[in-house]
């Protein structure tokens, strides 16, 4: 009886603009400061693309670190994920812009959208893929341009959102080690509790629409907060589950980096004490797909983790989504 392989993250990459915009700046342009966004946000600063960068841009930037870091090259690669809700455009997907940009002749590609919660719904697919040997080398992307759909006039949004990207790379291991377990949830009937409205079949991009300033983001934050507050809890705990591990086998959550205080409310469920709980926020604010990752590869380019740590990733986003995954830590 064959044992099923399992699947690891083998690279990893990040790519985040230049441009710095800290809540000081916000203050100019905006009726905020620079104490109301850190006391209700935990916000300091975001990145922003400039002008020329686009959502492949940034993905190409970190698709090339981890490639790289797992020391394999591009043709390698068999299959390209890019979680965005922030596309080059429409079509192509975005996955394909990147793959022709690598060279990955061999790969297929797609985008997925799944706000937020994309980069966890790419991992788990790509999990699958390689646990199930179809395929060896998965890349798996989550960038998003959040500053190109956001209304820098409404004080309660652009304060939120940045700009980035950030990349792994799935390869097979042992069974038991790398990715353990994730899950995935969606509640479609919140959707009109953080959503773009135009640009869409349903409501197509007009000068009405522009006028209107339907081309941004509208987010119910109270319902949001709540949402996130309640699922962040719960996912983790049913995706330790489902890894049969418990709460004091945590080495490190890592969450999606979208407020301070959805994050410090899953820590206490999760009965986790600050020093680990991997936090970004203060420095690039909410990133979409991008902010998992990016804070995974941050913390493993200064060594944070040790073979063996468990890791518990958890994030939530429009849809209204959500998803987990425990990884064990096998890279040196």
Same mark, same amino acid.
């Given at each position: 009886?064959?044992?099923?392989?399992?699947?690891?993250?083998?690279?990893?990459?990040?790519?985040?603009?230049?441009?710095?915009?800290?809540?000081?700046?916000?203050?100019?342009?905006?009726?905020?400061?620079? &104490?109301?966004?850190?006391?209700?946000?935990?916000?300091?600063?975001?990145?922003?693309?400039?002008?020329?960068?686009?959502?492949?841009?940034?993905?190409?930037?970190?698709?090339?670190?981890?490639?790289?870091?797992?020391?394999?090259?591009?043709?390698?690669?068999? #299959?390209?994920?890019?979680?965005?809700?922030?596309?080059?455009?429409?079509?192509?997907?975005?996955?394909?812009?990147?793959?022709?940009?690598?060279?990955?002749?061999?790969?297929?590609?797609?985008?997925?959208?799944?706000?937020?919660?994309?980069?966890?719904?790419?991992?788990?697919?790509?999990?699958?893929?390689?646990?199930?040997?179809?395929?060896?080398?998965?890349?798996?992307?989550?960038?998003?341009?959040?500053?190109?759909?956001?209304?820098?006039?409404?004080?309660?949004?652009?304060?939120?959102?940045?700009?980035?990207?950030?990349?792994?790379? #799935?390869?097979?291991?042992?069974?038991?080690?790398?990715?353990?377990?994730?899950?995935?949830?969606?509640?479609?009937?919140?959707?009109?509790?953080?959503?773009?409205?135009?640009?869409?079949?349903?409501?197509? #991009?007009?000068?009405?629409?522009?006028?209107?300033?339907?081309?941004?983001?509208?987010?119910?934050?109270?319902?949001?907060?709540?949402?996130?507050?309640?699922?962040?809890? &719960?996912?983790?705990?049913?995706?330790?589950?489902?890894?049969?591990?418990?709460?004091?086998?945590?080495?490190?959550?890592?969450?999606?980096?979208?407020?301070?205080?959805?994050?410090?409310?899953?820590?206490?469920?999760?009965?986790?004490?600050?020093?680990?709980?991997?936090?970004?926020?203060?420095?690039?604010?909410?990133?979409?797909?991008?902010?998992?990752?990016?804070?995974?590869?941050?913390?493993?380019?200064?060594?944070?983790?040790?073979?063996?740590?468990?890791?518990?990733?958890?994030?939530?986003?429009?849809?209204?989504?959500?998803?987990?995954?425990?990884?064990?830590?096998?890279?040196?």
């Amino acid at each position: 009886m064959t044992t099923k392989r399992g699947a690891t993250i083998i690279g990893w990459g990040k790519a985040l603009p230049s441009k710095i915009v800290t809540n000081g700046d916000l203050e100019r342009i905006v009726d905020t400061s620079d &104490e109301w966004i850190t006391t209700r946000t935990g916000i300091k600063e975001r990145r922003v693309a400039s002008p020329e960068q686009a959502a492949s841009d940034l993905a190409l930037d970190a698709a090339q670190a981890a490639l790289k870091r797992a020391n394999i090259n591009a043709e390698e690669l068999d #299959l390209i994920i890019v979680a965005t809700v922030t596309p080059d455009m429409a079509f192509p997907a975005t996955a394909c812009l990147l793959q022709h940009r690598l060279g990955a002749q061999n790969a297929s590609a797609f985008d997925l959208e799944a706000g937020c919660s994309g980069f966890l719904y790419g991992l788990t697919i790509g999990c699958q893929f390689v646990q199930n040997g179809t395929y060896n080398h998965v890349l798996i992307v989550g960038v998003d341009i959040l500053s190109r759909i956001t209304n820098w006039q409404d004080r309660n949004t652009c304060v939120l959102f940045g700009d980035g990207a950030a990349a792994v790379i #799935l390869g097979p291991c042992e069974s038991g080690q790398g990715i353990l377990s994730t899950y995935l949830g969606s509640d479609g009937s919140g959707g009109s509790h953080l959503y773009l409205p135009a640009g869409g079949s349903r409501r197509p #991009l007009d000068q009405l629409a522009l006028e209107q300033g339907l081309q941004y983001i509208h987010m119910n934050g109270p319902e949001v907060f709540k949402f996130a507050v309640r699922i962040m809890g &719960e996912a983790a705990a049913e995706v330790l589950k489902r890894a049969d591990l418990k709460l004091e086998d945590v080495t490190y959550l890592i969450p999606h980096q979208a407020n301070q205080r959805i994050i410090d409310a899953a820590a206490r469920r999760l009965h986790l004490p600050t020093e680990r709980v991997l936090v970004n926020l203060d420095r690039y604010g909410n990133m979409s797909s991008a902010s998992i990752p990016v804070a995974l590869a941050e913390a493993a380019d200064d060594g944070r983790f040790q073979p063996g740590d468990v890791l518990v990733l958890v994030g939530f986003g429009a849809g209204l989504t959500w998803g987990a995954a425990v990884l064990k830590w096998d890279q040196v």
